[in-house]
């Protein structure tokens, strides 16, 4: 345990400089882009690219590409937990789930590396999840609307990463069927057994 003196002694991280925080924005905004559409394939070289930076850039910001991907999943996941306390602050208790299970399924049919990531790199997805808060808030929407008789009583909130996931898995790699489903579709089917 470090003691008050210990603690005074250590200097403050050092803020970063204007440039430094856009470039940082502008890797983030274009691995987001590339890591969507090509998954783990995407490359550094091809991130940098897009951003408008040097790759040296790149690497000063995120030494290897599973700290960038690693930001991505934290950022993802941010974004769920907003909605997440936006479906709890819904007073509709089935709409306020409706929206979380709707929100997550897009970002992950529309984001192959986060569909990767949730098979692949498990412990980052957990990570970020718990960083957010996650399990609290599915538990507190799964709650309400059980307690509002719309829910399944046997439903638990692991459950929704479960089907999200195998969602995303089925979508990506056409386990499904010969034809298209779209994740609109198999979202709607998903909830009706709900």
């Not at 003691?3 to 502008?26: G, I, L, M």
Request: glycine letters at 10%.
């Amino acid at each position: 345990m470090a003691t008050a003196a210990a603690t005074a002694e250590r200097p403050a991280a050092p803020r970063q400089r204007a440039d430094a925080r856009r470039n940082r924005k502008r890797i983030i905004a274009a691995a987001r882009e590339l890591f969507a559409e090509h998954g783990f394939d995407a490359q550094i070289d091809d991130i940098a690219r897009v951003a408008g930076v040097g790759v040296g850039t790149v690497y000063r910001h995120f030494p290897n590409k599973c700290d960038l991907l690693e930001a991505l999943v934290q950022e993802r996941f941010e974004g769920l937990a907003e909605s997440a306390r936006e479906g709890i602050a819904n007073p509709d208790p089935w709409k306020g789930f409706e929206g979380v299970m709707r929100y997550s399924a897009e970002v992950m049919a529309r984001d192959r590396a986060l569909s990767e990531a949730m098979f692949e790199r498990p412990e980052m997805m957990r990570d970020g999840a718990e960083g957010v808060g996650m399990p609290e808030l599915l538990d507190e929407l799964v709650a309400r609307a059980q307690r509002d008789g719309t829910l399944r009583e046997e439903f638990v909130w692991q459950d929704v990463p479960g089907l999200i996931c195998g969602m995303g898995r089925a979508l990506s790699e056409g386990v499904i069927g010969p034809h298209e489903m779209s994740w609109q579709r198999y979202l709607a089917i998903l909830l009706d057994g709900l």
